[in-house]
C-alpha cells in the first residue's frame, strides 16, 4: 500500500464550477499537509499547506484535513482556466528532518 | 530572485553516457533535494543535502551520486546512464531546519532527460 494515494485523473469542469481533490494517506504519525500546483513543464509550486486537522482557506482554495478518516482534500470555488494544472498532495511526520511524501497527482482541467 | 536554478534544461544520452545536472539556489537555503518525477510514480526523492557537507540517501538512489559543493549548489550525477533513468529531475530547496517552515519547498523548473 502506497503511502498516499491520489486520484490521477484526469479531471475536466467548467469554468465556475467547484472543485474537489482528494488524497488519503495511511500514517497516522503525518502532521503537515500540503498541496502543491504544477503547471505543464514547470516545477511544483507551495499552493497550500496545513498542520494538523482541520481547515485552511487563501482566497479561493480551501484545504482540509481530516486525521481521523486519514482524509485530505482541496477545493476550488470559482474554478478559472488558470487553475489548470496538475495538483500534488505531500504529507509530513513531525521526527525531525522529515522528507515529503508526494502523491501521484491529479490533472485538472477548466473548461472555458 | 532567481530562487532555485536548474541546468541543462534538456538532455538526451546515449547508454552508458556520463552526465551532471547542476542546480543553484539564492535564498539561503539550508536543505537542497533532488526528485525525480515520472508518470503515475509521482515525485520520488532521489538524494537530499539537510545542509552544507552532508548528502542522504532517498528512495531511489541507484545510479546517481551528488555533491554540496557548497549553500548553494548540489549537483547530481549520472555516472552510466540507463534507459530506466529517462525521467524529469527536479531539484529544491527549503528551510526545513524550521518546524513551522517544514515542507515548504521551492522547485526548479526540472531537467527533461532522455536515456537511448
Known amino acids: 500500500q502506497k503511502e498516499v494515494e491520489q486520484d490521477p485523473g484526469p479531471l475536466s469542469v467548467p469554468e465556475g464550477a467547484i472543485v474537489s481533490l482528494n488524497c488519503t494517506y495511511s500514517?497516522?504519525?503525518?502532521?503537515?499537509f500540503m498541496w502543491y500546483r504544477q503547471y505543464s513543464r514547470k516545477g511544483p509550486e507551495l499552493l497550500m499547506y496545513?498542520?494538523?486537522?482541520g481547515n485552511k482557506e487563501d482566497g479561493r482554495f480551501t484545504a482540509q484535513v481530516d486525521k481521523s478518516s486519514k482524509y485530505i482534500s482541496l477545493f476550488i470555488r470559482d474554478s478559472q482556466p488558470s487553475d489548470s494544472a496538475t495538483y500534488l498532495c505531500?504529507?509530513?511526520?513531525?521526527?525531525?528532518?522529515?522528507?515529503?511524501?508526494f502523491g501521484t497527482g491529479t490533472r485538472l482541467t477548466i473548461i472555458p | 530572485n532567481a530562487g532555485v536554478t536548474q541546468t541543462p534544461k534538456f538532455q538526451v544520452l546515449k547508454t552508458g553516457q556520463s552526465m551532471t545536472l547542476q542546480c543553484a539556489q539564492d535564498?539561503?537555503?539550508?536543505?537542497m533535494y533532488w526528485y525525480r518525477q515520472d508518470p503515475g510514480m509521482g515525485l520520488r526523492l532521489i538524494y537530499y543535502?539537510?545542509?552544507?557537507?552532508?548528502?542522504d540517501k532517498g528512495e531511489v538512489p541507484n545510479g546517481y551520486n551528488v555533491s554540496r559543493l557548497n549553500k548553494r549548489e548540489f549537483s547530481l550525477r549520472l555516472e552510466s546512464a540507463a534507459p530506466s533513468q529517462t525521467s524529469v529531475y527536479f531539484c529544491?530547496?527549503?528551510?526545513?531546519?524550521?518546524?513551522?517552515?517544514?515542507?515548504?519547498?521551492?522547485f526548479g523548473s526540472g531537467t527533461q532527460l532522455s536515456v537511448l
Open positions: 529544491a530547496s527549503s528551510e526545513a531546519q524550521a518546524s513551522d517552515r517544514k515542507g515548504k519547498l521551492f
Open positions: 500514517n497516522s504519525a503525518f502532521q503537515y
Open positions: 496545513t498542520y494538523s486537522s
Open positions: 505531500a504529507v509530513q511526520g513531525n521526527f525531525g528532518n522529515e522528507k515529503l511524501t
Open positions: 535564498m539561503n537555503h539550508n536543505s
Open positions: 543535502s539537510a545542509s552544507e557537507g552532508t548528502t
